[in-house]
């Protein structure tokens, strides 16, 4: 850190506008908006108020300020706004090689001894240096010997007041840069009182110097200031009005909806046009305006009485008051700016207790994939209790407890990440009554199997993929697994369904990886080659999915088995229509039970929404390796699609399986039947299209095989 040293030597520009302020008549008061103040960030400017001046130490010092919306690093004094309005104050940003002074002389012409000065003002931050958590500050001094904002004189004697200092308001900001001063987040009001003793005649400089911290500064600024001077002896009251009660008082909670609200001041006051008061939901980040002389505004004596609040119930309100909304005979009230000075919370209604609306699986739902995500939506934001949840397998009563404050809460919806969910088994979940709540009040819970119970789907061997998932959401033997996120696979359409995943949710993009698993397919063992075809289509930014295979997987989390990337490939022309993607299965993975994988990622800047349909696998047979007895096995006439006439020379009297496979090796008919020794002629009832069989018949010892064409 850069402390400032009053005596020694820097680089010392001649200070801007080096006048003073002449105060007159008894107590008198001071206003600055600073309005007046140049915009322009390209032009360096002298414009000050009367008795404003800026002194700048350091070797980039011209004792001149520009304008700015805290976009700029560069340490240098500044008229902060938004760009090109009007409505400005003054401040400065600090670095190694300038520091910026700014302030005001005063002097006493009233005739008496100044006693004292109450100073009120509104700090604002104009820009977040950095991001590691920092306090940046203005730094409020004063003094009754200096002869200007640039007395260094070893004589001078500087007072700081550390009811007067202000902070920087965003001190754990995640990003750094410009900020709306203006907006009541990024601003604080600052008041205090110091006596003194000004005889007439003298003078006081008051300034703020704005402090290097380490690291990239935060631009911070002074406006709506405020002084009201209070002279020796009797005279006219002329300073501005105190709000001195506030109804409900700041802090109040079960205030009524119906509640009226009113501020009491130390004087009379008087409304202005151009003035508001502004009632905010700071619960729903909504807010309710009032002009100050509106119909909803009456004003008695000393009270203003503000109806027709429009509060709701269970919501932290605060009061914010703008500086030209009341006055006594000119001086301003200094208003109200901040979220904290008159906040108060309404009454939460007696049925407040949240209730679940909506529950995912639906109650009575079947076929729910291994790995699901539970979740369930309540009527109310809530917040986890002591309390469990319990998921209850039915046949053996089995019970798994998720302690509820284990769950993932976004907004009114509750996740439930790490359920142990069985193939073909049924569940209920149940809850305990103080497992969630809102504001204390709780959720009655779930005690019985019957309000929320759901069906998994069943184990699956198949020899090959045929997947539309047009006539189950998520078919027998599919898994899903959620390694990250509350985001999940899901079913989409009506008829013509498919599978999606997207990491885009309630506005945000979120941080997943979710996996789509295949049953185990068994290929037939004269298999040479297989080949994975999907449809799939993806929009949005983000990362692609990727597609996987396994031997080894049974359940749970795919990381504790070995996948192979099957290396799909992903296009810019794939964005917004379904296009076909291929990939060939691993030679060494089509030998024994393989599983094919679905792996979505997305992160906290991007998320693709992804869908499949129509999963399929081809393969290619090795039927020169069928060693059999081709003239035992004969197709009679002509084969048809719905039978086929077949003779057969039996070796022995036995049972024998019939198959018949189409060229992909995929086994379309299958029966057992008994022969007798010698010729056997039977007849096979199909449902064949048209192409090219071969039909086997096999036992333990002995197999035949003959090819076939239905056309």
Not at 122 to 127: C, I, S
Not at 470 to 498: F, L, R
């Amino acid at each position: 850190m850069k402390k400032l040293l009053f005596g020694f030597s820097m680089l010392l520009g001649l200070i801007t506008n080096a006048q003073s302020y002449s105060l007159t008549s008894s107590n008198p008061s001071y206003s600055q908006d600073f309005n007046s103040l140049d915009t322009s960030s390209t032009v360096f400017s002298s414009n000050l108020p009367t008795g404003w001046s800026i002194l700048e130490v350091g070797a980039n010092s011209n004792n001149q300020y520009r304008g700015g919306f805290g976009n700029s690093i560069t340490g240098d004094t500044y008229s902060f706004g938004s760009t090109n309005n009007s409505d400005r104050s003054i401040g400065g940003l600090a670095s190694n090689s300038l520091t910026p002074h700014f302030g005001i002389k005063f002097t006493n012409n009233t005739g008496s001894t100044i006693t004292s000065l109450s100073v009120s003002y509104k700090g604002e931050q104009w820009r977040v240096g950095n991001t590691a958590q920092h306090v940046d500050s203005l730094v409020f001094l004063y003094s009754t010997t200096a002869t200007n904002v640039n007395d260094t004189a070893a004589t001078t004697n500087w007072n700081t007041v550390s009811t007067l200092l202000f902070q920087s308001v965003q001190q754990t900001a995640t990003t750094a840069g410009a900020l709306d001063g203006n907006l009541a987040a990024n601003y604080a009001t600052i008041s205090g009182t110091i006596p003194v003793s000004i005889p007439a005649g003298s003078s006081i400089v008051i300034k703020w110097i704005d402090k290097n911290i380490s690291g990239n500064d935060d631009g911070l600024a002074v406006d709506d200031l405020n002084i009201n001077f209070t002279t020796s002896g009797s005279g006219t009251t002329s300073y501005n009005p105190i709000a001195s009660i506030f109804t409900p008082s700041n802090g109040a909670t079960n205030v009524a909806t119906t509640a009226t609200l009113s501020v009491t001041f130390d004087r009379n006051i008087s409304a202005n046009a151009s003035g508001n008061i502004y009632i905010k939901n700071l619960t729903d980040n909504t807010s309710l305006t009032k002009a100050a002389t509106s119909s909803d505004v009456t004003i008695s004596g000393k009270t203003v009485t503000i109806t027709n609040a429009g509060l709701l119930q269970s919501k932290t309100y605060a009061i914010q008051i703008d500086s030209a909304a009341f006055d006594t005979a000119g001086y301003k009230y200094a208003g109200i700016y901040d979220t904290t000075t008159w906040k108060f919370k309404t009454a939460v209604p007696v049925n407040y207790a949240p209730t679940i609306t909506i529950y995912m699986p639906a109650n009575n739902t079947i076929n729910v994939a291994p790995g699901s995500i539970l979740s369930f939506t309540m009527s109310r934001v809530v917040t986890p209790g002591a309390g469990s949840i319990k998921i209850k397998e039915l046949a053996s009563g089995t019970i798994q407890t998720i302690a509820a404050n284990t769950t993932n809460i976004v907004n009114k919806t509750i996740y439930i990440t790490n359920a142990n969910i069985t193939f073909g088994k049924s569940y209920a979940i149940q809850m305990d009554a103080n497992a969630f709540d809102t504001a204390g009040y709780a959720f009655a819970g779930i005690a019985n199997d019957s309000t929320w119970k759901f069906t998994a789907n069943n184990q699956a061997s198949l020899t090959a993929l045929n997947e539309t998932f047009d006539n189950s959401c998520v078919p027998d033997g599919w898994m899903k697994y959620s390694a990250t996120g509350n985001q999940e696979w899901y079913c989409v359409g009506t008829t013509n369904k498919a599978m999606t995943i997207n990491g885009f949710s309630n506005s945000t993009n979120n941080v997943n990886e979710d996996w789509l698993i295949s049953p185990a397919i068994t290929f037939p063992t004269n298999t040479s080659t297989a080949q994975l075809i999907f449809r799939s289509k993806s929009d949005f930014i983000g990362d692609n999915y990727s597609v996987w295979v396994s031997n080894n997987y049974s359940n749970g989390n795919p990381s504790s088995a070995t996948w192979t990337d099957l290396g799909i490939v992903h296009n810019t022309t794939d964005s917004g229509v379904y296009v076909t993607k291929l990939a060939n299965l691993p030679i060494a993975s089509i030998v024994s039970a393989v599983r094919v994988a679905f792996k979505y990622t997305s992160s906290a800047s991007s998320g693709k929404r992804v869908a499949l349909d129509s999963v399929v696998t081809n393969t290619t047979t090795n039927i020169q390796m069928l060693t059999s007895n081709t003239d035992d096995l004969h197709v009679v006439g002509i084969a048809q699609q719905t039978q086929v006439q077949v003779l057969f020379n039996a070796p022995a009297e036995n049972g024998y399986q019939v198959n018949i496979m189409d060229m992909m090796g995929r086994i379309v008919y299958s029966k057992e039947t008994y022969c007798n020794k010698g010729a056997n002629k039977f007849s096979i009832n199909t449902d064949l299209n048209n192409g090219v069989y071969i039909i086997r018949v096999n036992n333990n010892n002995y197999q035949a095989h003959s090819k076939f064409i239905i056309d």
